[in-house]
């Protein structure tokens, strides 16, 4: 074969570029592998130069990699394949059915078995449940129409199309939309859902120029008609003790309006309320905000110790009515959407298989449980966690990261880094452009409108016409032995 002049150049010129190229990369090889063999921070790197560079990526990697290919479907963490799948088919509205079999172990400890009945509620017979009041003894107490609600998430931990997203789908849906602690955004009243504001222990959108609470601030707030409930959060399952946590690179200039704070500096709340320190002073604060705001106030914990709870049924019976609160939030201690040490979030607080039972017994032991609605909290994903819920007593049963699902979450793991690649939890509009809001709030909706479906099937299996009418007898819990005992034996009210 013939070469023209042109053509030899044009070998000639690629050739010395791969030389040059390779000649590069050497050169490169050459400075990590004296950098690495001549640095004193790290033994693996230094008895092994370059090659112990490998061990870092494929650490990194291996989050990833695991996920897809070699984790079974129930096997992952915080939530396994299955129930992310779960939920990403309800939100698309697509087929949820599973052929040949369950995957999942119901021999486990632990596992709940709902008892099915041998003659289950018709179709035709069902009815829907009804809207619950919430703080009937206030001014404007609210009729809130649905059981399935979207928990506390901030907006600066959750991206501006997420939370529009948030909004549309909550109204859709009818749900309320909780704001977290991070203040209550335009984005947040967009499609104008049901509200819940939530005054976390750092007064976001609320406070005045020392951190404390507003009382003129927090008047406008309860004026808009959106607004339904007010939320003093007094703990929450990724950090109990610890307050709110807001990279500084996420703390963007409108954001640092909403809250109140400084423009591109970490947002960490305190962690506590400043004003509270005992049972009367949180009795105080929650009748300072019902008679500012004339709406209903609740209160959300992480249970650990138990004896303030057993305070507080005796300091409201012992109080002006208008300082019980009208919902205690309960929330598991096992994570949420939000950075968290891991000293806490692994080891601080009660589970909510454990706390929710507890919580419910005392109010009913102490003749508060028709004063204060119980709202569920933490991991409550699917329709069978949501039943368990409402089995063990709850009102209400709330879910963040089942709505980050529903927008697309991959369980990416970077919810604090400002890096999430589906546009949830970043401020980067390069990231967030492929999150529409338009879309993903109609998979919102969906995933509400599924949850409420399936925890219905779920009872009219078990024989009753709502999911409300669910009871502890209607389900029981797997124990180490294999055998099952009902919620009624293993929660028995003292």
Not at 180 to 189: A, I, K, M, Q, V
Not at 446 to 459: F, L, P, Q, S
Request: proline share 6%.
């Amino acid at each position: 074969m013939m070469f023209d002049e042109r053509s030899l150049e044009t070998v000639v010129f690629l050739a010395n570029a791969i030389l040059f190229l390779l000649a590069a990369l050497a050169a490169f090889a050459l400075i990590l592998y004296l950098l690495d063999r001549l640095q004193s921070k790290n033994a693996i790197r230094r008895n092994f130069p370059l090659i112990g560079r490998f061990r870092s990526l494929f650490e990194y990697l291996g989050e990833f990699f695991r996920q897809y290919f070699f984790a079974m479907d129930r096997e992952e963490l915080p939530f396994n394949r299955a129930q992310r799948n779960w939920v990403y088919n309800a939100s698309q509205n697509a087929d949820n059915t599973i052929p040949f079999g369950s995957t999942k172990d119901i021999r486990s400890p632990g596992t709940t078995i709902f008892v099915n009945c041998p003659y289950p509620t018709l179709e035709e017979h069902a009815t829907a449940p009804k809207p619950l009041v919430i703080g009937p003894d206030t001014e404007n107490p609210y009729h809130a129409p649905s059981f399935f609600n979207i928990s506390g998430m901030s907006y600066g931990a959750l991206s501006k199309p997420a939370v529009r997203a948030l909004s549309k789908g909550a109204q859709a849906a009818g749900c309320w939309l909780n704001t977290g602690e991070g203040g209550l955004s335009d984005w947040h009243l967009e499609a104008k859902p049901d509200i819940v504001f939530q005054i976390g222990t750092a007064k976001y959108g609320l406070r005045d120029k020392n951190g404390k609470l507003d009382d003129r601030k927090l008047k406008q707030m309860a004026q808009r008609p959106e607004v339904k409930m007010f939320e003093i959060k007094l703990s929450q399952g990724a950090k109990p003790g610890k307050g709110g946590i807001l990279p500084g690179a996420k703390v963007t200039a409108e954001i640092a309006k909403i809250r109140g704070i400084p423009k591109g500096k970490d947002s960490i709340s305190p962690n506590r309320h400043v004003e509270i320190n005992n049972t009367k002073e949180l009795l105080e604060f929650i009748a300072r905000v019902k008679r500012v705001t004339k709406k209903p106030v609740g209160i959300k914990a992480v249970i650990g110790a138990t004896g303030w709870l057993e305070d507080l049924a005796d300091g409201i019976k012992q109080s002006d009515p208008i300082s019980c609160p009208d919902f205690i939030t309960v929330d598991s201690a096992d994570g949420g959407t939000g950075a968290a040490p891991l000293s806490l979030i692994d080891n601080v607080g009660l589970h909510i298989h454990e706390a929710l039972p507890l919580v419910v017994d005392m109010l009913e032991t102490l003749g508060l449980r028709d004063r204060i609605r119980v709202i569920a909290s933490g991991k409550l994903t699917t329709p069978a966690d949501a039943a368990w819920a409402l089995c063990v007593g709850a009102d209400f049963v709330v879910s963040a990261r089942g709505f980050m699902f529903a927008l697309g979450c991959i369980q990416a793991l970077k919810c604090n880094k400002d890096t999430c690649p589906t546009g949830i939890t970043t401020h980067q509009k390069s990231l967030q452009k492929g999150l529409n809001p338009k879309n993903k709030g109609v998979r919102v909706a969906n995933y509400v409108e599924r949850m409420r479906d399936e925890v219905g099937t779920i009872a009219h299996s078990c024989g009753v016409d709502e999911p409300r009418q669910l009871k502890r007898k209607h389900a029981r819990m797997v124990l180490p032995d294999g055998s099952s005992k009902p919620l009624e034996d293993l929660y028995r009210r003292s």
